[in-house]
């Protein structure tokens, strides 16, 4: 393994190609920060622990957000902001969240000492580009409060409310909420384009949130999920044939340095799967209507096999209810797949029955980094195939031995020598009984590596294909 390091995958838009103006590819490039963490224990621990606080926040919460994205499993893309002169913005990317927001000058940000800042200074945004009170984006981005309510917080005078004339009032500030951060944001629509050879792709009427003040939240957030304000929403608008679908295929990595040299493909609109990569066909499950969280991409879960023997899932994940409880989010900013607690243990007991008889625990291991089981072992290490039974006819997912099993090296069993160790890479969840309901589990970003990744928003279904994504990226700019 490479030294010890925060993932930090950056979506760069210095290289795009089109074709036809009918698709959009997008390469994504890693990097590693060799200062985030200084061993493997930290790293794990780190990336673990995130994972957790995002999962249980997606659960508890009433309000529209998305989680921090902090290093360790980030995604960030560049964008021009259509100023005089133009002005470069970086953002992450979420598949949980439907809101484009960033900092904006002046910007202050509170406890963030030690947290990555974009290479960009916060833009100037014209005052005249505020969005109206009485405008769907605003009652959108303030949780469906409506326009009447919001011209009235604006003080619109009630003459005018009454015969819709509050246009020239603007769109209240909002607050906007994180795992263990915050934001207050104001609506904006402007000018946005995307850097291409020729031409560029340009969003002359993009809505957008611009904070001046937020608490340990340097870097703003690109939504992708389900909303009116997300990114495929309103490019779906201006441009349908690029904004109907978008997928993604990460390169593996296992946080090797040495294998994230290779773009990967973020790919907008439809493209020729068979022109650009073969005959492979995707595995879909249907996406399914989350009433409290309207805009995750939810999917069903019938059950996860442990070599040949299938362990049913709880049937809270193979729906939604009316209360927005159970599903699984297929959610790109979530670094780890989380399981609820009584269905995680019983996958854990089988994986531990095959491999716990011939290998011994690395609870010392465990113990540091939050992944487990883990096991110490010599030589080539046998480990049952994991496969996710998705709702749906031949919806079933083979992930790779790398994509649930992590191996390294390791110093920390109390010898002093170094040991191989192999872990297990799905976590729990915690009890649902004490969640408060929300989504019944996560499907991580590490268990996604080597798949493209497919958001069907037209046929409303989600997709995956075991891909060579560094080829794959190959292939469709050979197109």
């Not at 390469?27 to 790293?43: A, D, G, R, V």
């Not at 492979?280 to 249907?286: F, G």
């Not at 030589?379 to 649930?404: C, D, I, Q």
């Amino acid at each position: 393994m490479a030294s010890p390091a925060a993932l930090f995958l950056i979506l760069c838009f210095t290289y795009l190609s089109v074709s036809f103006s009918q698709t959009l590819f997008l390469p994504l490039t890693h990097s590693l920060s060799q200062t985030q963490f200084k061993t493997t224990h930290h790293l794990l621990k780190a990336t673990a622990a995130r994972s957790a606080t995002r999962f249980h926040r997606h659960r508890k919460t009433t309000q529209q957000v998305s989680l921090p994205l902090s290093p360790g499993s980030d995604y960030t893309l560049s964008f021009t902001l259509g100023s005089t002169p133009p002005q470069p913005i970086s953002l992450y990317m979420d598949t949980g969240s439907d809101l484009v927001w960033f900092p904006c000058s002046p910007f202050e940000c509170i406890l963030c000492e030690g947290k990555p800042n974009s290479t960009f200074p916060p833009p100037k945004i014209p005052q005249n580009a505020a969005v109206s009170c009485d405008s769907h984006s605003c009652s959108a981005a303030h949780s469906a409060l409506s326009s009447r309510s919001l011209c009235a917080i604006a003080n619109c005078p009630l003459d005018s409310i009454e015969l819709s004339e509050c246009s020239s009032f603007k769109c209240p500030p909002f607050y906007y909420a994180y795992g263990d951060g915050s934001l207050i944001s104001k609506l904006f629509r402007y000018s946005l384009s995307i850097p291409m050879s020729t031409p560029s792709l340009l969003l002359p009427n993009f809505t957008f949130g611009c904070s001046h003040s937020a608490l340990g939240e340097p870097i703003g957030v690109a939504g992708f999920g389900r909303g009116l304000l997300s990114l495929p929403a309103q490019l779906a608008r201006s441009s349908p044939h690029l904004g109907n679908q978008f997928s993604y295929c990460l390169v593996s990595h296992s946080f090797d340095q040495e294998r994230v040299g290779r773009p990967s493909p973020l790919i907008l609109g439809r493209y020729d799967q068979n022109s650009a990569y073969g005959a492979d066909e995707y595995t879909y499950t249907s996406m399914l209507y989350n009433p409290k969280h309207p805009y995750f991409y939810c999917v069903g879960l019938a059950g996860i096999s442990i070599g040949k023997r299938v362990v049913p899932a709880p049937e809270f994940l193979k729906r939604v209810d009316v209360k927005g409880n159970g599903g699984v989010v297929v959610d790109s900013g979530t670094t780890y797949t989380m399981l609820p607690q009584r269905f995680y243990k019983l996958l854990v007991a089988e994986f531990d029955r095959r491999v716990g008889r011939v290998h011994k625990r690395a609870t010392q291991v465990e113990d540091g980094t939050g992944i487990g089981p883990c096991y110490y072992y010599d030589g080539v290490m046998e480990v049952p195939a994991v496969t996710l039974h998705f709702v749906g006819e031949k919806s079933s997912v083979v992930l790779p031995r790398k994509n649930y099993f992590y191996e390294f090296t390791d110093g920390g069993d109390g010898t002093g020598r170094k040991r191989k160790v192999g872990c297990w890479m799905l976590m729990n969840g915690g009890d649902e009984k004490d969640s408060g309901g929300g989504p019944g589990a996560i499907f991580g970003n590490y268990q996604q590596q080597g798949f493209e990744v497919v958001y069907d928003l037209e046929k409303h279904r989600v997709g995956f294909a075991k891909r060579q994504c560094s080829l794959l990226w190959d292939n469709l700019n050979q197109k």
